[in-house]
């Protein structure tokens, strides 16, 4: 188990609530950013996705309802590298 803490991401999920669409769902108030006052995630918006054990990854947010999130993760690959 690798110690991810030192990565930033906007929100956190549960790497095993991952499903077939790559769909998760994320609590503002669960994550590094339930202090942050400006902090407020709308659908279209990319994010960056973790929870201390996995590699941080991008998602782009489809729905948002208050404190809930819904992100679409995206998986790695060189043709989604952001330069």
């Not at 054990?53 to 809930?68: A, F, H, S, Y």
Request: one cysteine or more.
């Amino acid at each position: 188990m690798v110690n991810m803490a030192s990565k930033a991401y906007d929100l956190w999920f549960d790497p095993n609530s991952v499903g077939g669409d790559l769909v998760v769902e994320c609590w503002i108030s669960h994550g590094p950013r339930k202090d942050d006052t400006v902090f407020d995630p709308q659908p279209g918006d990319w994010l960056i996705a973790g929870d201390d054990d996995v590699e941080p990854i991008r998602g782009r947010v489809i729905r948002r309802e208050e404190n809930r999130v819904w992100l679409q993760l995206q998986l790695p690959s060189t043709a989604n590298a952001v330069a």
